[in-house]
């Protein structure tokens, strides 16, 4: 009993020496009720991860590496990522990367894009290529299970999109 009240005393003595209050609970945003869960994980992931990729993507021009291929990958992932963030509103959905910090296949990771911005000629394509390519391949898996799972009609409508532009860019990243 004494060790008890001794853990209680310590928690609550830490809990008085934080500098912050806890916030309490936050209403979550309202997602529409058009969207399931499946809707919404492939929205949640594939925002951030076409994001990253943009981001790789406009390396590029800046590290004289810029080619056709990579300025036709770089704007139809521009154009996909306008129509994914228009989604994503629509269902109500924050503006917020849930998968930060999180190591994904195909998703380009901010360490990725410091070894990218360090990267120079060569070495800068050799790294920008092969993240891309995981980045398209991994699109169109996502892709092809919101079309079988999802429920929204445009989520579904787009993710065939994006299926059929990420195999079309796979074979430029492949050459």
Do not use: Y
């Amino acid at each position: 009993m004494k060790g008890a009240v001794a853990l209680v005393v310590v928690a609550l003595l830490a809990a008085g020496c934080a500098t912050t209050t806890a916030a309490g609970p936050t209403a979550a945003p309202a997602v529409s009720s058009a969207f399931n869960q499946t809707d919404v994980a492939w929205l949640e992931l594939t925002v951030p991860m076409t994001e990253n990729a943009v981001a790789a993507l406009e390396l590029a021009d800046s590290h004289g590496a810029a080619t056709a291929v990579t300025g036709q990958v770089l704007a139809g992932q521009r154009e996909l990522l306008d129509r994914l963030q228009a989604v994503r509103t629509r269902a109500g959905l924050p503006d917020v990367n849930i998968h930060s910090g999180h190591r994904l296949p195909g998703l380009i990771t901010p360490a990725d894009l410091v070894a990218l911005r360090d990267a120079h000629g060569q070495d800068f394509s050799h790294r920008l290529l092969p993240l891309v390519g995981a980045h398209l391949a991994q699109l169109v898996v996502l892709a092809r299970g919101e079309q079988q799972s999802g429920a929204e009609p445009s989520a579904r409508a787009l993710a065939g999109d994006i299926a059929k532009v990420a195999v079309e860019h796979q074979s430029l990243v492949r050459g």
